[in-house]
């Protein structure tokens, strides 16, 4: 069984777009991993290259043109990252662009990735995801 990625970790980025990844995700994670941006909100996803490889596979399905189209725009703005001996990742501009990152940053544990999130955007999230909603969600769900 997979070790779950999960916690949330505050950090900041630099002025060169660097920031420190957290430990505990890239205990997970591996050596490696690969940034891509989020298609469902504002954040930047990361992938272990064993869930990038099927994250790829799955972009590989969709037929056609609009399968080309997508593929071109989303793996074009995907990169690896090997972090260095502090730990640290350069997050490319056009990614920072897509999450809007500035300076201060959430690093979510979301399963089977992890998730950059601007801390702004971030606490906005939390604000409409209420109680009520989690409690709707979970209400068949025995545990």
Excluded at 41 to 65: C, H, N, R, T
Aim: hydrophobic share 35%; net charge negative.
């Amino acid at each position: 069984m997979e070790a779950t990625l999960c916690g949330s970790y505050e950090h900041s980025i630099d002025v060169k777009g660097r920031m420190s990844f957290p430990t505990k995700l890239r205990d997970i994670l591996g050596p490696e991993f690969y940034l891509c941006i989020g298609h469902d909100d504002k954040f930047i996803a990361v992938y272990s290259p064993e869930k990038f490889e099927e994250y790829q596979e799955k972009l590989s399905s969709i037929p056609g043109k609009k399968g080309s189209d997508l593929r071109r725009k989303l793996l074009s703005c995907c990169d690896r990252q090997i972090p260095d001996k502090q730990g640290r990742i350069l997050i490319p501009p056009q990614l920072r662009k897509h999450a809007l990152l500035e300076k201060d940053v959430v690093v979510i544990g979301a399963s089977n990735h992890a998730e950059i999130w601007d801390k702004k955007l971030w606490d906005e999230f939390n604000e409409r995801v209420t109680v009520d909603d989690l409690s709707d969600a979970l209400e068949d769900l025995v545990l």
